[in-house]
C-alpha cells in the first residue's frame, strides 16, 4: 500500500460514532519516493488502541517495532512518535499523539512490541513522559542522582557554564580579527554572569578600539 493507502486505512479502522474519542488525522511524511510514510495523529486515550489496530495481521499488519521518541512542542506538549514496520507488506506508519505538558503520560506500548521498552525508558529520561503499564520504567542511560530531562527546551545546559565549551568557538571568539563582540549563546544556555559558578565574577566585554585615523594633508602638501 501508498503511505496514503495506510493512512486511510488506519483512520478507517480507527472510525468511531463517538466524538468523545477524539478525532483521527492522517498526512504524510517528506523523504520523497521510499522514504515517505504515513503520518497518523491519534489524541492519547486512543494512542494504545491504535498501535493494536496497526500491529493486527488483518489490519496493517506492522509485525515490526522500529523506534519510538518525542518532540517538545512548547507550551503545546509533548509529540509522542512511534514509527511500526510491516515486514511482510513493506509499508509503515508514522503513529503520534500530543501529549499534555502537565502530567505528561501515555500508555506503553510494550505488551504489543516489547521491544518498545528501552524506547519508553529514554523518552521518559529526557523528556519526563511517563508510560504508564510499562514494567520497568527505570533510568537507562543517566546516573540514578541526575536530576531534570535534558530534552526539555527549558532544560538548562549547565556544562556551557559551568567548564569551557570543547567545541568550535562561538559567533565572535575568532582570534583572527581584532575586534571581538560578546558571543552569541545558543536558546537554553544561561549568562554565565548571572548562572553558575562565574556569577557575578566576569567583566562586561570591552569595546574594541577603534584604529587610529591617518592625517589629513593641507594644500601645500604639509600635515
Known sequence: MTPEEVGERLIHLLETDDPAQGAVAAGVSGGGPGH??????????????????????????????????AVDEGDDGFDVIAHLWST?????????????????????????????????RETYEM??????RHPDLRPLLLPPEFEGHPLRKE????????????????????????????????PGVPDPNEWGPMKGKIP????????????????????
Open 88 to 120: 511482510r507488506r513493506r509499508h509503515g506508519v508514522l503513529l503520534r499523539a500530543r501529549v499534555p505538558r502537565v502530567d505528561a503520560e501515555v500508555e506503553s506500548l510494550v505488551d504489543i512490541y516489547p521491544g518498545a521498552a528501552w524506547h519508553e
Open 155 to 186: 532544560f538548562i545546559l549547565a556544562a556551557r557554564v559551568a567548564k569551557p565549551w570543547p567545541g568550535a568557538k562561538e559567533p565572535g571568539e575568532s582570534e583572527a580579527g581584532t575586534a571581538k563582540r560578546a558571543p552569541m549563546r545558543p
Open 36 to 69: 515517505a510514510r504515513a503520518v497518523v495523529d491519534v489524541p492519547v486515550a486512543r494512542w494504545w488502541h491504535a498501535a493494536t489496530i496497526a500491529h493486527d495481521p488483518g489490519a496493517l499488519g506492522c509485525d515490526f517495532f522500529d523506534w519510538l521518541s
Open 204 to 223: 562586561p566585554p570591552e569595546a574594541p578600539a577603534r584604529p587610529a585615523r591617518p592625517a589629513r594633508k593641507t594644500d601645500g602638501g604639509t600635515p
Open 127 to 132: 523528556f519526563g513522559i511517563v508510560f504508564a
